[in-house]
C-alpha cells in the first residue's frame, strides 16, 4: 500500500498535497516571526496595548525604589505583590489615558525642553555641574537605556503641562480666604474622660449557641482560600556564573578583551551659545538665527567675553545663566553635529557657528579629561564579576534549552532534570493566588501553576522566563481547594470577638447613659466618677493631643450657644469610648497681608490638585480602558 502511495504521489496529485500542507506551516511561520500573539497584554486603552512584560518591568522598578527609600526596614512580606502590581496598571494606565489627552491638546515636550531637564537634574550633577559618567551609572544602576530615559522624561514634561495648565488656571476668592481662615484655625475647647472597654470584659460570657450562630452567619469569613505547594528548578545566570572555576590568565584574557569596561573614557568641558532654529522652523526664521549667530562669532573673534554673550543672548535655558557652561560629558549624550564639533577643537579655541537640531551654537572647548583604564590589579574585583556574570549567561542559554528538554521528556518528576544538570529541587511555602513570595511570586508563574496541565495532571511545567538571565519549571507537590474551616479550628477566635463585642456594645451604652446625665447643672467632672478627667485643654483640628477619632468627632459636633456646653460619646481605635464636652469655639483671625500670600499659592495649589484629579477621571471614564489582567495575577 505505501508503495501504492508514492507511485501515485506525483505530478499534480503531489503538488496539492504540498501546497495543502505549506500554507499552514508558511501562515504559521509568519505569525511567529511578526510575533503576533506572542506578547500577553495587561491593559488596553483607546487600542494601545500595555504588555505584561512593561508591566512587569515597571513593577520590578516601583519594588526597588520601595527598597531604596526602606533600606534595612524593607520587609517583602508586608506588602501584597498582586495589590501593588494592580495599583502599578492602574498608574500606568492612568499615565497612557493622561498621554493621549495631552497629545489631542497639543502639548509637547521637544528635544531642547529634554535635554535642558535632564542637564538641571542634581541627582547627574558632579561638583555641581551634569556629570557624563553619573549620568551613564545612574541610568545601568535603573536598568535604563538613555533614549529609555529620556522617553520617560518626555512623559514626564508633557503630563506637568497638563498639570500645570489646570492649577494655573485656579483662582481662590476673598470669600473661600475667609471661611478657610475661619475654620482652619479655629480652636475648641474639650474636657473628656474614657470608658475602657476592657472594664466589661468577662470570660465564659460567650455561649456555645452565640459561637455556632456566629459562625453560620459570617461563614465566608471563615474560608481558607485555595492553596497550592511547588517544586521547583531555579536557573539563574548569576548562580551558574558563581560555581564557574576562574583563574588569572582567564581573567587577565577577559580584561584585555573588555578594557573599556573599567576605565573612564575621555570627557570634555564645554560652554555655548545657542540661537534657537529647530528642524520645522521656516527659512526666514533659520536665516535669521543663522545673522544672529554670525553676529555672535564676529564679538567673539574682536576679543569680546564669550560668557558674558552667552549670558545675554544664549537661548539655552539650561546653560545660559552659567556663561553657557555645560559642565563635562562623553561622547553620546549631546547632539552628533554639535559632539563632533566638540571633539575636533582643540583647548580654549571656539567654533565656527555649528548646525544642531536645536539650532545654531557657538562652541568654546573650555577643557579636556583623558580617558584612563584601571590597572589589572585594581579592577580584578570587577573583571571576576564581570567573567562570571559574562560566562553564567553564556551556560544559562544552553542549559535553559537543556532543561526545558528534559523536563518535557520526563514530565512526572523534577529530579531526574536536575540531577542531570547539577541543580536542586527547591520546594515552597503552601500559597495563595493572592499571596507569593520570592522567585515564583509572578502571575506567569502562578499561571502555569494552575493550569490544568500542572495542577489537574501533575505534570512538570514549561520552562518559565523570569527576566532575561533567569527560568524555573516548577511542579504542583501539594494542592488544597478553598474550604470553609472548621468550627472547632475558629472556635477560639469567635469566642474572642465576641467577647470583645459583648465588652464594646456595654462600654458604648455606659457611655450613652453618662452623656445623657450632663448638663451644666450636673458636669462631667461629677459624671465621670472615678474615670480620669482630661482638660479642660483647646485644640486645633491639626493638634495631637487628642485620639484621631475623638479630634474628628469633636470638630464635628454643633458649636454650643453661648452659656450653653455641646456634649458627646466617640468610639475609639481599640473599642474603648470617650465621653466629651465641648464647651467654647473660637473662630480662626484672617491672616496678615504678609502670610497672605503664601497662604493663597497653597490653596490654589491645593485646589488646582483636586481639580487636576477630577479632569483626570473624566479624561478615564470617557476613554476605551480594558484590563485584561486575569486569575493569574489576581
Same mark, same amino acid.
Given at each position: ?262 576605565? %573612564? ?189 500542572? %495542577? ?179
Amino acid at each position: 500500500m505505501l508503495q501504492e502511495i508514492r507511485d501515485k504521489a506525483q505530478g499534480w496529485i503531489a503538488w496539492a498535497i504540498v501546497i495543502l500542507i505549506s500554507i499552514p506551516f508558511a501562515l504559521w511561520g509568519i505569525q511567529s516571526y511578526l510575533g503576533i500573539g506572542s506578547e500577553p497584554l495587561a491593559a488596553t486603552v483607546n487600542g494601545v496595548e500595555i504588555t505584561e512584560r512593561s508591566l512587569e518591568s515597571q513593577f520590578q522598578r516601583f519594588r526597588q525604589q520601595l527598597r531604596d527609600q526602606l533600606g534595612s526596614a524593607y520587609r517583602p512580606e508586608l506588602f501584597d505583590d498582586v495589590r501593588m502590581r494592580k495599583e502599578v496598571l492602574n498608574r500606568m494606565v492612568n499615565d497612557e489615558v493622561l498621554q493621549q489627552a495631552s497629545h489631542e491638546m497639543g502639548l509637547r515636550a521637544g528635544s531642547s525642553m529634554i535635554q535642558a531637564a535632564i542637564l538641571s537634574m542634581s541627582i547627574f550633577h558632579k561638583d555641581g555641574r551634569f556629570d557624563q559618567q553619573t549620568y551613564e551609572r545612574s541610568l545601568q544602576l535603573q536598568g535604563l537605556s538613555p533614549a529609555g530615559f529620556e522617553e520617560r522624561v518626555r512623559r514626564a514634561l508633557v503630563a506637568e503641562q497638563l498639570t500645570q495648565a489646570v492649577e494655573n488656571g485656579t483662582f481662590i476668592t476673598a470669600r473661600e480666604l475667609s471661611e478657610s481662615d475661619r475654620l482652619q484655625k479655629q480652636t475648641r475647647e474639650i474636657t473628656y474622660f474614657t470608658i475602657p472597654a476592657a472594664d466589661y470584659m468577662v470570660d465564659n460570657s460567650v455561649t456555645d449557641s452565640e459561637v455556632a450562630s456566629y459562625y453560620e452567619t459570617n461563614e465566608s469569613a471563615f474560608i481558607s482560600p485555595e492553596k497550592i505547594k511547588l517544586e521547583y528548578i531555579l536557573l539563574d545566570a548569576e548562580a551558574i556564573g558563581e560555581t564557574i572555576d576562574v583563574d588569572d590568565e582567564l581573567l587577565r584574557g577577559f580584561y584585555d578583551d573588555n578594557q573599556d569596561l573599567y576605565g %573612564l573614557p575621555e570627557q570634555r568641558q564645554a560652554s555655548h551659545i545657542l540661537i534657537q532654529a529647530t528642524a520645522d522652523a521656516d527659512q526666514a526664521a533659520v536665516d535669521q538665527a543663522k545673522q544672529k549667530i554670525e553676529d555672535l562669532a564676529e564679538k567673539i573673534r574682536a576679543g569680546e567675553s564669550f560668557a558674558e554673550l552667552a549670558k545675554q543672548h544664549s537661548q539655552d535655558p539650561g546653560s545660559a545663566a552659567s556663561g553657557g557652561d555645560l559642565g563635562m560629558f562623553g561622547k553620546g549624550i549631546m547632539d552628533p553635529a554639535f559632539e563632533n564639533a566638540v571633539f575636533s577643537l582643540e583647548e580654549g579655541a571656539v567654533s565656527d557657528p555649528v548646525r544642531s537640531n536645536f539650532g545654531f551654537h557657538l562652541i568654546k572647548l573650555t577643557g579636556i579629561k583623558a580617558g584612563s583604564v584601571k590597572p589589572f590589579d585594581e579592577a580584578k574585583a570587577e573583571v571576576e564579576k564581570g567573567y562570571r556574570l559574562a560566562e553564567g549567561e553564556k551556560l544559562y542559554f544552553e542549559m535553559a534549552e537543556e532543561l526545558a528538554n528534559l523536563s518535557y521528556d520526563d514530565p512526572t518528576s523534577l529530579e531526574s532534570s536536575a540531577s542531570a544538570l547539577g541543580l536542586t529541587v527547591a520546594e515552597s511555602e503552601w500559597m495563595t493566588r493572592d499571596q507569593q513570595t520570592g522567585p515564583l511570586a509572578k502571575p506567569k508563574v502562578l499561571g502555569a501553576a494552575y493550569s490544568d496541565d500542572v %495542577l489537574k495532571e501533575r505534570n512538570n511545567s514549561e520552562l518559565i522566563e523570569l527576566d532575561s538571565t533567569s527560568s524555573v519549571v516548577v511542579r504542583v507537590l501539594d494542592h488544597q481547594e478553598a474550604s470553609v474551616e472548621p468550627l472547632d479550628d475558629v472556635r477560639s477566635r469567635i469566642v474572642e470577638l465576641l467577647t470583645r463585642q459583648k465588652a464594646e456594645e456595654q462600654a458604648g451604652a455606659e457611655a450613652g447613659k453618662r452623656v445623657a446625665e450632663i448638663s451644666t447643672t450636673n458636669p462631667l467632672m461629677q459624671v465621670a466618677g472615678n474615670y480620669p478627667v482630661t482638660g479642660p485643654i483647646t485644640v486645633t483640628r491639626n493638634s495631637r493631643e487628642l485620639p484621631p477619632a475623638l479630634s474628628s468627632e469633636l470638630f464635628r459636633t454643633l458649636k454650643p450657644q453661648a452659656g450653653e456646653i455641646s456634649s458627646g460619646s466617640i468610639k475609639l481605635a481599640q473599642g474603648d469610648f470617650a465621653v466629651f464636652v465641648l464647651s467654647q469655639v473660637t473662630e480662626g483671625e484672617s491672616a496678615s497681608d504678609e502670610s497672605r500670600v503664601q497662604q493663597v499659592e497653597n490653596m490654589r495649589r491645593l485646589y488646582g490638585r483636586s481639580y487636576y484629579d477630577r479632569v483626570l477621571e473624566d479624561l478615564e471614564s470617557r476613554a476605551d480602558v480594558q484590563i485584561l489582567l486575569k486569575q493569574d495575577s489576581e
